[in-house]
């Protein structure tokens, strides 16, 4: 007897979890791998962070956290939300939870019904598509345009609504493919779920910190402040602060949702760790300015990248404005014949290839709502990078 809903072949695993695994099987061989699949940064955590969750174990803070958070971590997020971005919260409006995917998963399972619909513009971060499918929703994939960005148009946005569509989930930055909205275009993406009401809003701002040259985050509550009713601000640590194996999100949006993601956490993994927390609290509190000398790193190492992707025959990628990821477009190469004879038919095939064969790991654009690419990490060192870059440019040299 089959134990596994049916509803769940309809998901599977995260391709970046899949090619991770795969890059660490083959490092256990003895081959030397060059990885540029996770979104997770080489810097290390800042020394207050570290140390406020070493004092936390100290004082012997090892017991069950609240469930929705600690109150300082909440009103700490209260007034960081209020310092950085201009939104104003009370801390019984924003929940913690163990990175910024659950408060993501969490939202969805509190609020779908079977055949709700929520609108991802593609491309999209590829946990999207599968955390509504579990939650018994329905993906709506909604077409950009390199030309435009990769960014949603008002006239799609309203072709695409239903008296079924739930939410509308909005990642700027975006993973993959960097792209920032401005002010104005998130007023126009208002301008149209003003008049649909029941679509909510749920504003992954994850890369919040992580922008570069001339582009600025703004939340699309800068933009409509009228919207803060119906959508829920979502989070995290990971990415600026640099500590993704600490799992720390949070959730800020109506009270009514934040308090119904709540009755799903204490089922579900109850309150988040609390060593985690502590950290967390030192982070929103204390010195910023590791943020900015981050990102002039990570800047440098996108300049090398895109510089060297577009000297190579065949690829091409433009610059991303946000985040640190290359979305590499491979057209090109579909259809070539590698020197052991298979065919490239898919950008999928293409990682194949360069992982046996260039030990360098990356992933397909496919599992992302776009093809022909894959997607490059630069939060890595400018050697791994560099290196990287030398597998890549050679392996592709060998097509037929």
């Not at 004082?59 to 960081?80: A, F, H, M, S, W």
Request: charged residues 20%; contains cysteine.
């Amino acid at each position: 007897m089959n134990i596994i809903a049916k509803h769940l072949s309809m998901v599977k695993p995260s391709a970046v979890a899949v090619m991770s695994a795969k890059a660490r099987a083959l490092a256990r061989q003895g081959k030397d791998i060059i990885r540029l699949t996770a979104g997770e940064p080489d810097f290390p955590a800042p020394a207050h962070v570290k140390m406020a969750a070493v004092k936390a174990l100290a004082d012997n803070q090892t017991k069950y956290p609240p469930v929705n958070g600690l109150t300082e971590l909440r009103e700490g997020i209260c007034q960081k939300l209020e310092r950085d971005n201009n939104l104003f919260y009370s801390p019984d409006q924003v929940i913690v939870s163990s990175g910024a995917k659950q408060v993501l998963f969490n939202a969805l399972a509190v609020s779908l019904n079977p055949g709700d619909e929520v609108l991802l513009p593609t491309p999209y971060w590829m946990s999207y598509p599968a955390m509504v499918r579990i939650n018994r929703g329905e993906p709506v994939f909604l077409p950009t345009k390199a030309e435009t960005g990769f960014k949603l148009q008002a006239e799609t946005l309203e072709a695409a609504i239903t008296p079924r569509t739930r939410w509308l989930l909005l990642n700027t930055p975006c993973n993959p493919t960097g792209a920032v909205y401005n002010k104005q275009e998130l007023a126009d993406l208002a301008g149209v779920l003003a008049k649909h009401p029941q679509v909510w809003v749920l504003s992954d701002d994850i890369y919040e910190y992580l922008v570069f040259d001339d582009a600025r985050f703004e939340s699309i509550l800068n933009a409509a402040p009228e919207l803060a009713e119906r959508t829920l601000v979502v989070n995290g640590f990971s990415k600026a602060y640099c500590i993704p194996g600490l799992r720390l999100g949070y959730g800020a949006g109506p009270a009514e949702l934040t308090k119904g993601m709540f009755i799903i956490q204490t089922q579900s993994t109850s309150g988040a760790c609390i060593t985690s927390q502590w950290a967390g609290v030192a982070a929103l509190a204390g010195d910023h300015s590791f943020v900015a000398a981050n990102n002039q790193r990570y800047q440098k190492r996108r300049d090398f990248l895109v510089e060297k992707i577009n000297s190579i025959k065949g690829l091409s990628c433009a610059t991303p404005k946000g985040a640190f990821y290359c979305l590499v477009y491979c057209e090109k190469f579909m259809g070539k014949t590698t020197p052991k004879g298979q065919i490239i038919s898919s950008d999928e095939d293409l990682v194949g290839y360069l992982l046996e064969e260039a030990c360098l790991a990356v992933v397909p654009g496919s599992p992302f709502g776009v093809s022909p690419f894959f997607r490059l990490s630069f939060a890595v060192s400018r050697k791994v990078l560099n290196e990287g870059v030398k597998r890549l440019e050679k392996a592709v040299s060998h097509f037929g």
